[in-house]
């Protein structure tokens, strides 16, 4: 099976997510892609609802899709998340899927500066979705750590991305206002902010 792995906070979750990860599944042809919400953040970055809402929001947007679905392992851990350490869990999981795991070009970029890049590139392929306008992705920073026939297949890996000008900022900022965030996610995560009272005092 050829598995991919979206990571995010997903706080909340909106239409550029879905997008981003229907193109990776159609285009790099992937048989399951599997949201991963993000649990404790590796550098302070403070989320704006918990473990649970932002779960129970990425269940809400992906169920209706049989191709994709939520895996709450990092939710469930008590320590810092760290993306080497989730694709050790997923390799030990599936250890006969081929694995990949799906990042913007402008998350690719960072990479380098994340813990244990080699493991990473290791442990999974890189999928990376090239939006128009934001910057390439530069592979010779990847020289340092991963193999050349390693950094030729994410060179192949690709696929461009609809520009969509959309963050959850954008919408936490919308729902504090009391302004409408109708079309920038879906309707069953708009009824679960506003029915848990979500980001009003963003």
Known sequence: MRLGV???????IHY????????????MNLD??????LGVPPHLKRLRSSNEDRYNMTVCAVSPYSEFTVNRHELESNKTSYTFESLEYY?????????FLIVS??????IPNWKEPKRI???ASLIIAQRCGYPPPDFDAFLAFATPERIGE????IVETPLMEL???YIRKRVAAGESVRFLTPDPVIDYIYEKRLYADN
């Not at 399951?32 to 919400?37: A, D, I, K, L, T």
């Open 6 to 12: 979206f990571g995010g906070s997903f706080d909340p």
């Open 16 to 27: 550029a997510h879905l997008l981003l990860a229907e193109t990776a599944y159609e285009k």
């Open 32 to 37: 399951r892609v599997e949201f991963m919400p």
């Open 91 to 99: 390799r030990e999981q599936f250890p006969n899927d081929e694995l």
């Open 105 to 110: 070009s402008e998350t690719f970029n960072d």
């Open 121 to 123: 590139c290791e442990l």
């Open 154 to 157: 994410f060179r192949k890996q």
């Open 167 to 169: 963050s959850s900022t």
